[in-house]
């Protein structure tokens, strides 16, 4: 499909795309092909009193007394096509079309400017309209929408509505990721960029992959796109594999070619409301977002699925659209044009991001620990945080908190998770409460580390309650001497 015929789809679909396209001052006569001229005229025209919806274009071709009747239906009929067509790629197309408009613009200054000299015009006199005309070309629009906040009262009513209930636009934090739902009641929402932080081999890709699975699963049935670099494609497909299908990880090489439960479970998943995971594998420091808009864009045309969530592991092997000029700002611009994706297309965007050294094996964590620019804590919407010390490596868990969340609140509190050999994290307190048994009957080792865990558990409990009682017998005792004092 061309640009120009991408970019009509959006507007006739979306008027935010017509809109964008007005403020990039894109005009007509910016456009090779003569009907999407003509279309494109029609909608700016309409645009003016009302939407211009396909049905209100035909409208304007059918009074149009300098068509006559076989043009005005193949008019019609183009006018269906791109109503049916997919929307995913007109932002991409604007943006090219833009570039065009900028050549196209830069070659008639410089006509008319050579003209006016050879008329005989002074310098003194071109010279002010070449300025003026060159920052007309090269001004970068800024993206924007205005709403009227009385007008738009009763809209928020009902988009709070929509959040605020079971929503199939937001990712619920479900299953075995129910103890980040306090920090994300409303769920995960659509272009918000969530980091999942850590040190090298804290888990970080484990709890990506996770998300992943709870993205999928019919508690949200979304679709996934899942970008990675780092590993091999069964390398990233088998941990998925071991979370999906409750698996102990090694075992899946074992008999590999005779799994009859999991030929079920790939049979019947879609019927049984899980979305659809697409793999998309890539060459570290060789692609970009506009790398993951093209995959998003052919998953679309070539096999009918629309993109919910993109997850990519990880965004510190990818390079900005347009870099800078030190390595620590592409850091960060990778992050923008993720963000900017994600906001476009209205994405729900995961990622694994590497944390500083020096925070390693701290008590606690804050989002300015992340690693790479100081501009990625800013950009992301949510940010969760991995650390890790000796005495979590023996007993197989996970410290995360969520140290950010755009819509909500944070504690600073430290969330438990056991990892267990399915590379599944289980909520801690589960396995304290016994709602679950991790353990196995067979695995010593592991029921060792457990119980040496809530022992030291129970006697740092019992050593902050003795510091409260203490404490607080302190600041009776005080104020009772205060008092006294003042009494005397």
């Not at 833009?98 to 015009?121: H, I, P, T, W, Y």
């Not at 990712?171 to 040190?199: D, H």
């Not at 000796?390 to 609140?409: A, C, F, H, M, W």
Request: include cysteine; glycine fraction near 6%.
């Amino acid at each position: 499909m061309s640009l120009e015929k991408k970019l009509l789809t959006g507007c006739l679909q979306d008027e935010s795309v017509l809109l964008k396209a007005k403020r990039a001052k894109l005009e007509p006569k910016h456009l090779e092909e003569g009907v999407y001229r003509y279309l494109y005229a029609a909608m700016l025209e309409i645009s003016k009193v009302d939407t211009p919806a396909p049905e209100v274009v035909k409208q304007y071709i059918q009074l149009d007394d300098k068509k006559d009747s076989d043009d005005k239906k193949a008019l019609n009929e183009l006018v269906d096509s791109l109503s049916s067509s997919s929307t995913v790629g007109a932002g991409f197309s604007l943006e090219k079309l833009k570039d065009v408009r900028a050549e196209q613009e830069a070659f008639r200054l410089l006509s008319d400017m050579s003209n006016s000299l050879l008329q005989g015009e002074d310098l003194d006199q071109v010279l002010p309209e070449l300025q003026r005309r060159s920052r007309e070309i090269n001004a970068q629009e800024s993206d924007y929408e205005l709403f009227d906040y009385s007008e738009d009262w009763s809209t928020r009513q009902m988009e709070r509505q929509e959040l605020g209930t079971t929503s199939a636009i937001t990712m619920s934090m479900a299953l075995n990721m129910s103890p980040f739902k306090k920090y994300f009641p409303r769920g995960i929402q659509p272009e918000e960029l969530t980091a999942v932080a850590g040190p090298t081999y804290a888990g970080k890709s484990v709890l990506l992959t996770n998300l992943i699975r709870v993205a999928a699963h019919p508690e949200n049935g979304m679709n996934v796109l899942y970008v990675f670099a780092e590993n091999r494609k069964v390398q990233a497909a088998s941990r998925l594999d071991a979370i999906v299908l409750d698996r102990e990880y090694d075992t899946l090489y074992e008999n590999n070619l005779k799994d009859p439960e999991g030929d079920s479970f790939f049979k019947t998943a879609q019927k049984e409301g899980w979305g659809k995971i697409i793999l998309g594998k890539v060459t570290p420091r060789q692609f970009t977002a506009d790398t993951i808009r093209q995959m998003i864009e052919e998953i679309k045309e070539d096999r009918g699925i629309d993109i919910d969530v993109v997850a990519i592991d990880s965004p510190d092997h990818q390079v900005p659209v347009d870099a800078g000029d030190q390595w620590w700002q592409n850091k960060g611009l990778v992050y923008w044009d993720n963000k900017a994706l994600a906001e476009e297309l209205e994405l729900i965007m995961l990622c694994t991001l590497p944390m500083k050294a020096s925070s390693v094996g701290n008590g606690s964590v804050k989002s300015e620990d992340v690693g790479g620019s100081y501009d990625i804590a800013r950009i992301c919407d949510n940010l969760i945080m991995f650390n890790v010390d000796p005495e979590d490596r023996l007993l197989n868990r996970g410290k995360i908190q969520v140290t950010k969340t755009r819509d909500n609140s944070t504690d600073n509190k430290i969330i438990y998770f056991y990892f267990e050999k399915n590379h599944r994290l289980l909520p801690w307190h589960e396995v304290f409460n016994g709602s679950v048994d991790p353990t196995g009957e067979a695995d010593e080792d592991k029921v060792y580390r457990i119980n040496q865990f809530k022992q030291k558990f129970t006697k740092e409990k019992k050593k902050e309650k003795e510091y409260e009682t203490v404490a607080g017998f302190n600041v009776k005792k005080r104020k009772k001497k205060d008092e006294q004092g003042d009494d005397g």
